[in-house]
């Protein structure tokens, strides 16, 4: 019954929703497309507008050597990428990109192993205008406004999951409001001395480059890291809540 039950578990989807996948192939020794997979491509991109892309595999033949293989899956998969981002399609902020290169179980007809697999989630609508939101739509320039339920995984710029709710949230607020222009700001806690590995400014950049993926023109935002030097709470800080305050990203409005 043990055994059951862990199977079950890790069959279970980890971010809380199931991803589809969609495939893309290329003749031999090509890095773009084949025309018949364009034209797939193009049908497939117009029926699924609502989507986020997750992750972007990169597949090849076994003819050639390893390191050739690596890098053409590479450029394979950057063709695909550029693609999908000229269509208007939205890239998680944790987007995943892996060349195998011909290091997978090929199949017997090369053909098909010749590809890029696109991973992707669609996108939940939103049905109420989150409080987050409304604040970005009805600031002023010199407000600063703190993002919501934003984690990182521990000293590092990567974003956990579950906060890709409030930066969608903050997407569409930029794209519903042309006019706004931000500066993100990172700050961290807990450390009496410098940002040493600038993690703050790494975490604001991380932001800065979900929007840009998304096509929110660079001209309109601006990123800085301010290490412990704008702490809300007295460093060191005497809970873990105080630790949490500290540890924030904020929303400078530069324009509105």
């Known amino acids: ?48 507008k609502d989507i986020e892309i997750t992750k972007l595999l990169g ?16 450029r394979r998969i950057e063709s695909v990428r550029e693609l999908l981002e000229k269509s208007g399609l939205k890239f998680n902020i944790n987007l995943e990109k892996i060349a195998f290169g011909k290091d997978f179980k090929q199949s017997k007809i090369q053909a098909e192993n010749r ?25 002023k320039a010199g407000e600063t406004i703190k993002l919501p339920n934003i984690y990182f995984f521990n000293n590092s710029a990567r974003i956990v999951p579950k906060s890709e709710t409030i930066l969608y949230d ?29 993690v703050s400014t790494a975490r604001a950049r991380a932001i800065y480059n979900y929007l840009l993926r998304n096509k929110i023109d660079r001209k309109r935002m601006r990123f800085k890291g301010f290490g412990v030097s704008r702490p809300i ?8 809540t105080e630790a949490d305050e500290n540890r924030r990203v904020e929303i400078l409005i530069l324009e509105n």
């Open 1 to 48: 019954m043990k055994k059951i039950g862990l199977i079950l578990l890790l069959l279970l989807p980890i971010s809380g929703f199931t991803q589809k996948q969609f495939e893309v192939f290329f003749d031999f020794n090509k890095d773009f497309p084949n025309q018949s997979s364009i034209l797939a491509l193009n049908e497939w991109i117009a029926n699924n």
């Open 59 to 74: 597949f090849c033949d076994s003819i050639d050597t390893r390191n050739y293989n690596k890098h053409l899956a590479e």
């Open 115 to 139: 590809r890029v697999t696109i991973f992707y989630a669609e996108i939940q609508a939103k049905i109420t205008e989150s409080e987050f939101s409304k604040q970005l739509k009805n600031s």
């Open 170 to 198: 903050l997407l569409c607020a930029m794209e519903e409001n042309p006019k706004l222009k931000i500066e993100i700001q990172g700050h961290i806690c807990c450390q009496t001395e410098t940002d040493k590995n600038d």
């Open 233 to 240: 709470h007295k460093i060191p800080e005497r809970n873990e």
